[in-house]
């Protein structure tokens, strides 16, 4: 049994990169659209938000927002906050979504 094959020859290179470009967009984000996006990965990951690494790449003003919003999840023990990494516990796991809008600039 064999198959067909194509020859490099046969191939169209330069319409095969403008379908490769058609197909994957660019998406540029603005700077809210970085920090949601921030947030929302890092609660997502074991460690959680590296509050330092916020502060470094938003500025004071948005840890402070950050901070802020988390108090509620603080004190409720869904969030908790251990060498500058603020994390979900295992009950704010259950509820990770609307902590982490809750964290989002919207």
């Not at 198959?3 to 379908?19: G, K």
């Not at 916020?54 to 840890?63: I, R, W």
């Not at 023990?77 to 990770?96: P, Q, R, Y």
């Amino acid at each position: 049994h064999s198959f067909p094959t194509r020859r490099s020859s046969d191939l169209n290179h330069e319409n095969d990169t403008v379908l490769w470009k058609e197909y994957f967009e660019k998406e540029i984000l603005n700077d809210q659209d970085k920090y949601n996006d921030f947030v929302m990965v890092s609660l997502r990951t074991m460690d959680g938000i590296n509050l330092r690494q916020l502060e470094e790449l938003f500025g004071k003003e948005k840890l402070v927002n950050c901070l802020s919003e988390a108090k509620k999840h603080l004190e409720n023990n869904l969030l908790a906050l251990e060498n500058d990494f603020l994390h979900l516990t295992t009950a704010g796991i259950m509820v990770s979504d609307s902590i982490i809008v809750d964290l989002m600039i919207v």
